[in-house]
């Protein structure tokens, strides 16, 4: 009896040591698969990391980039501002050698004289209460400013009577070639004085207001040139 009891007991202790046996390898194949997945997904994290990396390092090198393109533009824009200013220069410099009068005289034919192929223009100022027909003595409709006469040397050249505002303006007033209101003959018996005189009084009430275009140096040199100032 003693006998069969050492025996039962004895396989018992074997059974336990192989269950306890079993368990252990269990635990063991479960470690193994763990660090298995553990490094299966160290290479993607990785190339994470290198993707964060470089995004990290593209976006700090945009700001130089940036910075970069910001002294490009300004370059250029300091570039586009001296171009105009040696352009603005250069127009100076090539009427500096005239006064503003003259060049005033000359911008002012060739917007509006008729004829802008002329031998000569000559350039005449008339007081203010200069009558507007000297050949009558008895109109004494006058000129209520100081004007300027600007004309060719041939009636067909044109003339033009005006008064400067100071703004780039002119007052352009409707007057004959040389004054000449009756085509250079005295003011006929059938033409009634009174009429005349308010004819012309309408006229000096209401000039044209003309804006003088700055023209170009070429043409206003070439005007210059042919100019004659009397005094």
Known sequence: MKNNIKI??????LSIIFLLAACSNS????????????EE??????????EDDTTTDDSAADP?????????????????????EEEENEDNNTLSGYSS???EYARVWLQLGPNQDIDELYVEHIPAGTPLDPNDEDNDV?????????????????????SGNGDGTINVYDIPYGNRWYGGMPRPDDIDLEDVKEDMREMLENPESI?????????????????????
């Not at 130089?64 to 105009?84: R, W």
């Not at 804006?211 to 005094?231: C, F, L, R, S, V």
């Open 101 to 103: 009068e003259e060049i």
């Open 8 to 13: 039962i007991c004895c396989l018992l202790l």
């Open 41 to 50: 997904q160290d290479p993607a994290d990785g190339e994470n990391q290198a």
């Open 64 to 84: 130089d980039e940036n910075e970069a393109n910001d002294n490009q533009n300004e370059e250029t824009d300091s570039s586009d501002d001296e171009s105009s």
């Open 142 to 162: 006058s000129y209520p400013e100081d004007v300027i006469q600007v004309s060719g040397s041939r009636i067909a050249d044109g003339m033009i009577t005006y």
């Open 211 to 231: 804006y003088i275009e700055p023209g170009e140096d070429e043409a206003i040199i070439n005007i210059i040139e042919k100019m004659y100032i009397i005094e």
């Open 27 to 38: 635990q063991d194949n479960n470690d193994s698969s763990t660090n298995d997945a553990t």
